[in-house]
């Protein structure tokens, strides 16, 4: 069974940093696209960042150029450096996994896509 589980997050001022884990087990995709996102009270949950088992990355653009995505495959752990965080950044913080969808050129922010979640993990930005 699929068990995603993510830390990493905490409170941090406007302009810090934090760098979120999510550490994989029992999926046998492989191939696959692995995501994070995040969900603000009183909104929809959005696609920050993805990345392929082949390494192709998408960002949204809200987050270009601060955050960056990355997955280390020998720890099962995928990560999410986030920098410059700014106080609209305030969520949780979800990773999600899901099979590669091959007709896409870069992984997918659409969470429709994704099968399987972990819990979250809060991050909150003070300005």
């Known amino acids: 069974q699929v068990q995603l589980v993510e830390s990493g997050g905490g409170s941090v001022q406007s302009g810090g940093s934090l760098r979120l884990s999510c550490a994989a087990s029992?999926?046998?995709?492989?191939?696959?696209?692995m995501g994070w996102f995040r969900q603000a009270p009183g909104k929809e949950r959005e696609g920050v960042a993805a990345?392929?088992?082949?390494?192709?990355?998408n960002y949204a653009d809200s987050v270009k150029g601060r955050f960056t995505i990355s997955q280390d495959n020998a720890k099962n752990t995928l990560y999410l450096q986030m920098n410059s965080l700014k106080p609209e950044g305030t969520a949780m913080y979800y990773c999600?996994?899901?099979?590669?969808?091959?007709?896409?050129?870069?992984?997918?922010?659409?969470?429709?896509?994704?099968?399987?979640w972990g819990q979250g993990t809060q991050v909150t930005v003070s300005s």
């Open positions: 990345i392929d088992s082949d390494g192709s990355t």
């Open positions: 999600a996994i899901g099979p590669l969808n091959r007709l896409r050129v870069e992984p997918s922010l659409n969470y429709n896509e994704y099968v399987k």
């Open positions: 029992g999926y046998t995709y492989t191939s696959y696209s």
